[in-house]
């Protein structure tokens, strides 16, 4: 079982949400450690955008939309190299398991504009 998730998203648009609703925002999408990670930066938004792509990502990757789990139940966490890798805890964890991925990878971008994630779960 193998599969595949991208997702794009305008780095501007977060930082509008983050204006009008960063807690309810943070609270509902983003895991205690992601929030830390982002926030410890000069500018969070390109970070929080590309987690926020890889959120969608592993929804895509699992052939499921929004609102298919929690966004807060998939992290992405960096080692201590600064690779990021996924987290998944919950519903989507459940999720994961019930389709039978065991092995995720994933890869962060981001431009002055846009972050990108691209997922890939295997099985």
Same mark, same amino acid.
């Given at each position: 079982?193998?599969?595949?998730?991208?997702?794009?998203?305008?780095?501007? *648009?977060? $930082?509008?949400?983050?204006?009008? *609703?960063?807690?309810?925002?943070?609270? *509902?999408?983003?895991?205690?450690?992601?929030?830390?990670?982002? !926030?410890?930066?000069?500018?969070?938004?390109?970070?929080?955008?590309?987690?926020?792509?890889?959120?969608?990502?592993? !929804?895509?990757?699992?052939?499921?939309?929004?609102?298919?789990?929690?966004?807060?139940?998939?992290?992405?966490?960096?080692?201590?190299?600064?690779?990021?890798?996924?987290?998944?805890?919950?519903?989507?964890?459940?999720? $994961?398991?019930?389709?039978?991925?065991?092995?995720?990878?994933? $890869?962060?971008?981001?431009?002055?504009?846009?972050?990108?994630?691209?997922?890939?779960?295997?099985?």
């Amino acid at each position: 079982m193998e599969g595949v998730g991208v997702d794009i998203v305008e780095i501007e *648009r977060i $930082s509008k949400i983050i204006e009008k *609703r960063r807690d309810k925002f943070f609270g *509902r999408v983003f895991t205690e450690q992601e929030i830390l990670y982002c !926030l410890n930066k000069s500018n969070p938004a390109p970070s929080l955008a590309a987690r926020f792509a890889a959120k969608e990502a592993v !929804l895509k990757a699992m052939g499921k939309g929004l609102g298919a789990c929690p966004l807060n139940n998939i992290g992405v966490i960096n080692d201590p190299g600064g690779q990021p890798n996924l987290e998944l805890t919950g519903l989507a964890k459940e999720l $994961s398991e019930t389709l039978g991925f065991t092995t995720w990878y994933i $890869s962060l971008s981001h431009s002055k504009s846009h972050a990108v994630a691209m997922v890939m779960a295997k099985g």
